[in-house]
């Protein structure tokens, strides 16, 4: 009998550990894993990029994150620099932005002929964030731009930077010559940024309530300037009823639109402000300023929204927000050139409207 009942007994503690082996197992299946954790962070890819570029971007990142952060730059760094390869020989180069062995902006540097120009914002983080966990010393990636976008390439396979971590198709391998490899979680030293004693940059409290749906971008750009200033009814669908049709609205047919709602402004056709007349309009007058943009690359323009600037002596800069996405942008207020995600650039030269009201 005692030997039946151990007998017994080593049955059921075999039962109970089988049960838990199991229980873990189901559990462990059930956690999620997070695909970007990575302590040996890396993101190996391919660059041509000159010292002028490098020096550029560690002389200017930290005013731009200055700009972009209202001052709250915290343990933000600056990756090595990536070239953006194009077809036409307009390379530019992106710099990540890491935070925490994660990138959370990029820093996108270019040359218009006479001077570098940059852009400063949160595109393309998710998946370059994923491309971190799957590049190497020996799959290194190329970015890659032309009129359909801009693509992370490894090997074969071709990674939209605009659209979610890990989706990819497949085409040919690309390559370049003049290049050399580098790992851009390497950081550069860049020189800070350090606070005047009476600052001379301000931004207006700026949300994003519309994101531009097909055409129309004047109406998500006025519709959402308002909004921002209280006024809930005014949407880009009352906007566009108003105006009745799609190809474009002139300032004048703006101003129409706010006489209707009891509303007043100033504009311009063609042109652009200074950047004593954005500060004045923006601080003085507490007002944001609709802007009209031409393509740098076709017969085409885009209305946008400066709702702040950024001065430190040397550099200045635009707060800007463009209807097509659902982040805020910085660009340089000396050349006005405006980035998107794709190679296509626009510059404002296209008149405003201000002091709405």
Known sequence: MKAERKAALIVKNMKKIIKLVVLLFTI?????????????SSLFA???????????????????????????VGDYELGKGITIFTQKNQDKTLFPIWENNRIIATFIVGYDSR??????SEAYVDQL??????????????????????????????????????IYELKESYSVNDKKLVNSFEKINIVPYIQTRIPTSYAKSFNIYY?????????????????????????????????????????EDMSNYLKSKGLSCNYVNTGYLSFNDVMNIIYHNNSYIYIGAGSNTRDSRHAFVIYGYFNN?????????????????????????????TSETFTWNNGYLYNIK
């Open 28 to 40: 462990f299946m059930l956690v999620p894993i997070n695909v970007f954790a990575n302590d040996e």
């Open 46 to 72: 391919y660059t041509s990029a000159n010292s002028e570029v490098e020096n550029f971007a560690k002389e200017n990142v930290a005013i731009y994150m200055s700009s972009h952060y209202n001052n709250n």
């Open 115 to 120: 001077e570098f120009y940059a852009v400063y």
């Open 129 to 166: 964030n994923y491309l971190s966990t799957v590049t190497s010393i020996t799959s290194p990636m190329y970015i890659v731009t032309n009129n359909n976008g801009i693509y992370g390439v490894v090997g074969n396979e071709w990674y939209d930077l605009n659209r979610d971590a890990g």
């Open 211 to 251: 994101i531009q749906t097909g055409s129309y971008c004047y109406s998500y750009a006025l519709g959402n300037l308002l909004r921002n200033m209280g006024y809930t009814n005014y949407t880009p669908a009352d906007i566009q009823n108003y105006m009745n049709y799609s190809s474009g609205a002139s300032k």
């Open 313 to 341: 002596g040397t550099t200045e800069l635009y707060n800007f927000w463009n209807p097509w996405y659902n982040y805020k942008q910085t660009m340089s207020a000396g050349n006005r050139i405006i980035e998107t995600e």
